[in-house]
């Protein structure tokens, strides 16, 4: 059974702090790997998509890599915000159309 | 391009009743998802259609639940005698259709307690 993992389930940082949330997979056959924010109560939105054939996306203040000979991806937020509050879920796609396998989540909070 | 929408956003019902929620997609995007939510869990795949033709589902998908996409456009999941259990934000996403590679976009959820 695919299982996706994320450590820690929960993190509180100072405002202005970089910070690294980490997700790991079991399957080594992903076609890609995705990023996700979600919003107490609110939907999910997409941060960052990497392919399995590439090592990292960035965008903004986000970067995020992948590591599929050890089964890891890390996202990157750089100078954090209040407004970055919010449970980062990471997804992989293991070439099921669609079926994607998440993690549980990691809740960030960052304090001003 | 408003992005998928879901309603209603929450739906209150007792035991036993049945309930249905309705998605519309992002316009033309081929394929449609459900998943299912839990407090604290990360979302679980229920089912995935490509036009109207219905794909794949998982074995969460009891025999109470049915969802269909007659036109192809918006989609409907149906929850029979709902139980306790069934508890849940329920999820709809869509997705070009033009690869397996591409990203999913969500929408934000019908939120469903039953009492």
């Known amino acids: 059974k695919q299982e996706v993992t994320q450590i820690p389930a929960a993190l509180s940082v100072p405002e202005g702090e970089n910070l690294v949330l980490n997700c790991s997979f079991t399957?080594?056959?992903?076609?890609?790997l995705q990023w996700f924010r979600q919003d107490p109560g609110k939907g999910l939105t997409s941060l960052l998509l990497?392919?399995?054939?590439?090592r990292e996306q960035t965008s903004g203040r986000l970067n995020a890599s992948l590591d599929k000979s050890s089964g890891r991806s890390t996202l990157y937020i750089a100078a954090s915000q209040p407004g970055d509050s919010a449970t980062y879920l990471c997804?992989?796609?293991?070439?099921?159309?669609?079926?994607?396998?998440f993690g549980k989540g990691t809740k960030l909070s960052v304090k001003p | 391009d408003t992005g998928v929408s879901q309603n209603p956003r929450h739906k209150i019902t007792k035991r036993g009743q049945n309930v249905t929620f309705r998605c519309d997609p992002i316009?033309?995007?081929?394929?449609l998802y459900w998943y299912r939510q839990t407090l604290g869990q990360g979302p679980e795949f229920l089912t995935y259609?490509?036009?109207?033709?219905?794909?794949?589902k998982s074995r969460l998908l009891s025999d109470r639940f049915s969802a269909e996409r007659p036109k192809g456009s918006f989609s409907t999941l149906e929850i029979q005698r709902t139980e306790q259990g069934d508890s849940a934000m329920y999820l709809c996403?869509?997705?070009?259709?033009?690869?397996?590679?591409?990203?999913?976009?969500f929408g934000s959820g019908t939120q469903l307690s039953v009492l």
């Open positions: 990497i392919q399995s054939s590439q």
């Open positions: 259609f490509q036009n109207e033709a219905q794909l794949e």
């Open positions: 997804a992989e796609n293991g070439g099921s159309q669609g079926n994607l396998i």
């Open positions: 399957d080594s056959a992903i076609y890609n």
């Open positions: 996403a869509s997705s070009s259709g033009a690869s397996v590679y591409e990203k999913l976009f």
């Open positions: 316009s033309e995007h081929n394929r």
